[in-house]
């Protein structure tokens, strides 16, 4: 898997190739709690990077997902309509949100692991 | 223990009241109903006989939690006693057995009662006028966006961003995005407070509004309120006051004086009038003088002693409810308006005040509180300092259960982790105030020694835990009978 960077609204991505995989990071999973349903957009969606593409819910509250990189969403990850769970136990493998082709390449403003860790309080992972 | 459902109570053999012959001539329902709506079968009603209902029902009401059971922390959602002389005013014939469609001549009294309410609250709250016809705080907000997009159309500029705290109600970004607006958010401080920089970063010639409740959901008030109402108004944006804190406030100082232009209330929470299932709510809005030609129609016009509604308001952005709202609730809250009179609403304030800040000094050192005191009628303590013996804000508001209060609010707002937000309002005693602090005190001390039991109770209760994450994840909305067709 190739290298993660992290928002500071806690979603990470992935780029492999032209296409970012999308998900939100175990520190966001463990201050949700349960996640209970998550609304994501279809394929064919155009993002710039920032935009709100989807909501997360748990048993506390519900969060916008903001997408960290712009270009056209072209996968979803459809288990996670029948097992939302995914996102709690697996934030970084099975429970991915959407895969995105990239527009350009992934902007400045991410994160890398070592500053996402220092905005969580150390608590990244 | 719980109650089964009435239909799982019923059986066949069971009779109901048996109702002689109308002797009135039948219609056949498939002479004036079209064969497709026809049942085929009869409705699978309960059968109970009358003592069976009557009891079902008592039992049902004797395991609700009231305020008028006993106290009621809910914070950010003001949980007031509703004084019992609001019931008898609203019940008086003349107010109770009005028709909506009588003649305007015929219930100049009413019309008379909801002029003065409007002269009141605008004057509580410091703006020009008032509609009354809302149903809710929320619709009082969607209303008064609307007032706010059809004032800048007006004036052919195309806003479309309305900015929200981090720390808003849910209903803020919601009542804008319903009104076709982008929400933009905009963070809090280190004190807990609107972050002027990121105001200003976040303000354009795209604002609409800014939305703020003050004291805002934290408990604190907006120190900084007339530098942000200067940055908002300097883009041309205008200023949303988010009526749900105004407890804290009444007769102290006023939105309008704040620099507020729309002001919503909640007649339910402020005003005593009923809450939640005792509903239904009223969410009245005001604007300052130069949003009034937009107000809903039809307003309400005073002339020669005469009272009228006013149907032709050409820039008005349209009736937003049927008649005259919810009448009953706005009877209930000028009661109460009378019955305090001015002295009495700031004692009220003051007192809703002196509650949180009591309740607060005295649970410093059980929980851990993420901002500076003093709060205003409200406060947002954290349990985080629990979870090391693994546990949560959720385990502190079911041992509150079990101790019989109610739970305050718990995990919002989201910008304080593990918050526990309690508000005591007004008409607590001192002695109300110290068995809630005992309990919670009981229950930090029971989170050290014996966290497993903790995380067991409530088990007095008519139920203990819920399974919320199955109850969310796979609802069961609707009862089948147990496979009988």
């Known amino acids: 898997m190739a290298e993660r960077r992290y928002t500071e609204s806690h979603e990470w991505v992935s780029v492999e190739g032209k296409v970012a995989t999308v998900g939100v990071t175990d520190f966001a999973q463990s201050q949700l709690g349960d996640v209970v349903f998550l609304e994501l957009p279809r394929a064919g969606l155009q993002v710039q990077a920032g935009d709100a593409f989807g909501v997360i819910e748990s048993v506390k509250a519900a969060s916008d997902l903001y997408s960290p990189v712009a270009g056209k969403v072209v996968e979803v990850n459809d288990r996670l309509t029948q097992q939302p769970e995914l996102v709690n136990k697996d934030p970084y493998g099975e429970g991915w949100l959407v895969k995105v082709e990239l527009s350009n390449g992934v902007g400045d403003g991410l994160l890398d692991e070592a500053a996402y860790k220092k905005l969580t309080g150390g608590r990244a992972e | 223990m719980t109650e089964p459902l009435s239909f799982e109570k019923s059986r066949e053999s069971l009779p109901g009241p048996r109702l002689p012959a109308a002797g009135l001539p039948g219609v056949d329902p498939a002479q004036v109903i079209p064969r497709a709506r026809l049942r085929r079968n009869r409705p699978h009603l309960p059968r109970l006989s009358e003592p069976e209902v009557m009891r079902h029902f008592t039992r049902l009401a004797a395991m609700n939690y009231s305020i008028s059971k006993n106290f009621y922390p809910l914070g950010s959602c003001t949980m007031k006693y509703n004084p019992v002389t609001n019931e008898v005013a609203a019940s008086l014939p003349g107010f109770a057995y009005l028709h909506p469609y009588q003649p305007e001549e015929t219930v100049q009294g009413a019309l008379e009662l909801m002029w003065d309410l409007e002269r009141a609250l605008c004057e509580i709250v410091g703006v020009d006028r008032m509609c009354l016809q809302p149903a809710a705080g929320a619709h009082g907000e969607w209303t008064g966006l609307r007032m706010i997009q059809a004032f800048h159309e007006d004036r052919g500029e195309d806003r479309s961003e309305v900015i929200v705290p981090d720390s808003a109600h849910g209903t803020n970004p919601a009542s804008a995005a319903l009104c076709g607006f982008k929400v933009v958010e905009v963070r809090s401080d280190a004190g ?248 919670v005190l009981e229950i930090v001390q029971l989170a050290q020694t014996d966290p497993e039991r903790l995380q067991a109770e409530p088990t007095s209760l008519p139920v203990g835990r819920l399974d919320e994450v199955a109850a969310a994840r796979h609802p069961v909305l609707r009862w089948r009978p147990p496979a009988q067709d």
């Not at chain 2, 800014?210 to 900084?224: C, D, R, V």
């Not at chain 2, 949003?291 to 309400?300: D, G, K």
């Not at chain 2, 305090?340 to 000094?361: F, H």
């Open chain 2, 192 to 439: 807990g407070r609107v972050s002027l920089p990121d105001l200003e970063s976040k303000l354009s010639p795209r604002t609409a509004a800014l939305m703020l409740t003050n004291p805002n959901t934290l408990g604190l008030f907006e120190k900084e309120i007339l530098e942000v109402a200067d940055l908002v108004h300097s883009v041309g944006a205008k200023l949303y006051y988010d009526g749900a804190n105004l407890n804290a406030l009444m007769g102290i100082c006023r939105p309008g004086d704040m620099g507020f232009d729309v002001v919503h209330l909640n007649l339910h929470k402020t005003f005593t009038t009923p809450h939640g299932g005792g509903g239904p709510g009223a969410g009245p809005v005001g604007v300052m003088k130069d949003l009034e030609q937009f107000l809903p129609r039809p307003t309400l016009e005073r002339e020669n002693g005469h009272f009228k509604l006013d149907f032709e308001r050409p820039r008005s952005i349209g009736r937003v409810r049927s008649f005259y709202g919810n009448f009953g609730m706005l009877v209930r809250a000028l009661t109460y308006i009378l019955a305090m009179g001015a002295d009495g609403l700031s004692q009220a304030s003051e007192d809703a005040v002196l509650s949180a800040n009591y309740l607060r000094t005295r649970l410093e050192g059980a929980l851990e509180f993420p901002h500076d005191g003093p709060c205003k009628h409200e406060f947002v303590a954290s349990a985080r300092n629990l979870t090391a013996q693994g546990i949560h804000a959720t385990d502190l508001a079911k041992g509150l259960l079990e101790r019989g209060f109610y739970a305050p609010t718990i995990y919002f707002p989201l910008i304080v982790p593990e918050a526990v937000m309690v508000e005591p309002t007004e008409t607590e005693s001192k002695a109300t105030l110290d068995a809630f602090t005992e309990a």
